[in-house]
């Protein structure tokens, strides 16, 4: 499962509104059947996340982020090597035992609530951020320049 960032149910602290607010809005996107795989769910995707992106789009994130959510951000050490979008999903994948399919729909799944609580100024600045792939993985189109 998702050992590095799931902490056990009897130690968990009661969630703030807008994060509950953040998962009912994970858990229709993604048709989740509970709050709790919602919350897994937002866990990988944001931990793989705060391996990827730096600078200030990181921090303007998690400063438009509920604070459980941002915690969860910021509290990986960005990876030396940024991944592409497929990469990313992969990645997580891999680190969970899920397929790419699952965890393509769980990363489709958060991205849509965090691009909710970023706005779409935000939004385009994390995409210039990462390299290729991400902005399908965030529900945009993915444009490129003519060569």
């Known amino acids: ?3 590095d960032v799931r902490v056990p149910l009897e130690h968990q602290q009661p ?4 994060y509950e607010q953040m998962l009912e809005k994970v858990r229709y996107e993604g048709a989740y ?3 709790e795989r919602a919350d897994e769910a937002v866990r990988l995707v944001l931990a793989g996340l705060g391996r990827q992106l730096t600078g200030d789009e990181r921090a303007d994130l998690a400063a438009c982020l509920p604070p459980e959510a941002a915690r969860v951000l910021t509290g990986q050490i960005p ?3 940024q991944l592409t979008g497929w990469a990313f999903v992969k990645d997580l994948a891999a680190r969970t035992g899920a397929s ?3 965890t393509r ?3 489709g799944s958060v991205f849509a609530a965090v691009t909710a609580h970023a706005g779409p100024a935000l ?3 994390i995409l210039h951020r990462l390299p290729s792939g991400y902005a399908l993985l965030f529900g945009r189109a993915e444009l490129t320049s003519a060569a």
Do not use: K, L
Request: proline share 9%; hydrophobic share 20%.
């Open 15 to 18: 969630y703030s509104t807008t």
């Open 79 to 81: 990876d030396t090597q």
């Open 1 to 3: 499962m998702i050992s």
């Open 105 to 107: 729909w769980d990363t």
């Open 100 to 102: 790419p399919a699952t």
């Open 123 to 125: 939004t385009t600045r």
């Open 33 to 35: 059947p509970t709050r």
